[in-house]
């Protein structure tokens, strides 16, 4: 019921649509009581001979069914944009929401468990919401308006006629009871298949590059067996609970036709009141089952509340301080004091980063070198905030990271990755991305420096080639000249190039880092290095090792005083190094 109640608060903002909708409901429901009491006069008069009262009570249940089309289509109406009204405050709720939550969260979900929260829980909850909450009131309504009509008919025949609803709202109660974790289960399920599906398509390249489709159909499969398996457990509680609810009020009637005709047979009941009390316990019957599909409707829309608040009610664990300032004037000098970072200390996992001390000056570029997963990706990382440090301190230009506004700091650090990802979208609005003010003139100044003008210039349409989702339309290194040029055009403050040259052969590496060389003059540069060729441009380097900082320092001081970098330079094969070597010596970790 606690849900219950926080999916009603979404209708808050439409309450005016919401009470109209009820209001127009009412009054149809209020022809919809005359009309079994008109058809009850027209029997009357047909049995007294009077065709003038058949005429007029004909007319007036003919008006009285128009009035009440009338009033059902504007209701539909109202309640239909009630609806589309909390389709799309969800949605920007439920977007809003995900942009606002830290990267560490979705390091631990599934895009496509979060997809199908998004997509077929919000459906369920807008649908309940707009139309099936309506249906309760409508089914209520009419129950209670027919019940009190039949009462001022014949107290006595409309308790005997009446004695099934106790019993169908019990059930209906009961059913909703076993069908919530029923539907919450169906629920769960779908959103795995929808998950398995989205990791397929997304690696659709590997799954045909190693052909195998039939593994990645039978794993479909099977996620889709247990939707089955799961819904059909659930379609065999409305199976049984949906038909009871239809059949009991049966009963009511088999008595009415038992009693009120052997009252009608007597003479100490009219055919006309018979015939109205029948009508008026015939138009219980739809109600009634719609009750049990609108509990059922409720249900899935519980179900699917109760996972759509999983991530409304997960608080962003970075967030920016009110009235935080941005970052203080500087040339971009970084400090990390006593920095450990673990991602997950709830499991015991080992720390990324432990006890880093660093220093890097304003203007400085620094190459960080280790083997993979020794930390150097979770360092540059710490520096826009996407992650907080477990202990220790992040300082930019004399300030703490945390201290600051968010926004514009991440505006002063421009990250190109080793896997660089561009919107579906044209060449021009994914290098514009970090500057959506910038002119023409500034993004084709970007993309030469990035070495990218030649192939853009080629592209069919220029720059405004659309490329494909993920950019996958290019190849690796024009994705990755674009990205460098998406960095350049942000002038950040700080630079971080995550093995940035990774993806393009020999040639366009050394125009790259002709590129690179001016952009990082003058600007603090974090290169996350696996060739000695990109190590070349630092002016230190920093070698991290188990998620501790071995050594720093410029490359001949490293040469000269550390056996660990005189090692690397030797063999070129950092990651190998690494694999192969004991752990650091204490009396040779550092400089």
Known sequence: MAIFWRLLGFLRPHKVGVWASLFFAMAAMGFTVAIPALTGAVVTAIQEGDADN?????????????????????????AGRVSLGVEFDLRQR??????????????????????????????????????????????????????????????????IALIPVPFVVWIAFRYGRIARPAQQEVQQRIA??????????????????FAREDRQEARFEHAVGRVFDQSMYATRLRAFYQPLIGFLPQLGLALLLLVGGTQVINGSMSLGHFTAFY????????????????????????????????ILDREPRITTAPGAPPLPEGDGRVELRGVTLDYDPERGT?????????????????????????GKTSLVALLPRLYDPTAGEVLIDGANVRDLDIDALRSDIAVVDDDPFLFSASVRENIAYARPDATDEQVEEAARRAQAAEFIDRLPDGYETRV??????????????????????????????????????????????????????????FIIAHRLSTIALADEIAVLEDGELACHGTHDELLEHNALYREIVEKGLPDQVFLNRKPVEPEVAGL
């Open 468 to 525: 494909g989702e993920r950019g996958l339309t290019l190849s690796g290194g024009q994705r990755q000249r674009i990205a460098i040029a998406r960095a350049l055009l942000a002038e950040p403050r700080i630079l971080v190039l995550d093995d940035a040259t990774s993806a393009v052969d020999a040639s366009t590496e050394q125009q790259i880092k002709l590129a690179l060389r001016e952009a990082m003059q003058g600007r603090t540069t």
């Open 54 to 78: 058949v005429t007029r009570y004909g007319m007036f249940i003919l008006a009285a069914a128009f009035g009440r089309w009338v009033l059902t289509v504007i209701r539909r109406l109202i």
């Open 192 to 209: 795995e298949t929808t998950a398995e599906a989205e990791e397929t398509i997304g690696g659709v390249r590997i799954v045909k590059a």
């Open 350 to 374: 080992a720390p990324a980063l432990r006890g880093i001390d660093l220093t890097v000056e304003a203007g400085t570029t620094l190459a960080l070198v280790g083997g993979t997963g020794s």
């Open 94 to 159: 439920v977007y809003t929401h995900l942009q606002g939550l830290e990267l560490g969260f979705f390091d631990r979900q599934q895009t496509g468990q979060l997809m199908s929260r998004a997509t077929v829980d919000l459906q369920s909850v807008r649908f309940f919401l707009g139309y099936g909450l309506i249906f309760i009131t409508q089914s209520a309504l009419t129950i209670v308006f027919t019940a009190v009509a039949m009462f001022i008919i014949d107290p006595v025949l409309a308790a």
């Open 279 to 310: 009508t008026y316990l015939v138009t219980l019957l739809g109600p009634m089952r719609m009750l049990g599909m609108a509990l059922g409707m409720a249900q899935r829309a519980v179900a699917s509340g109760a996972r759509l608040f999983e």
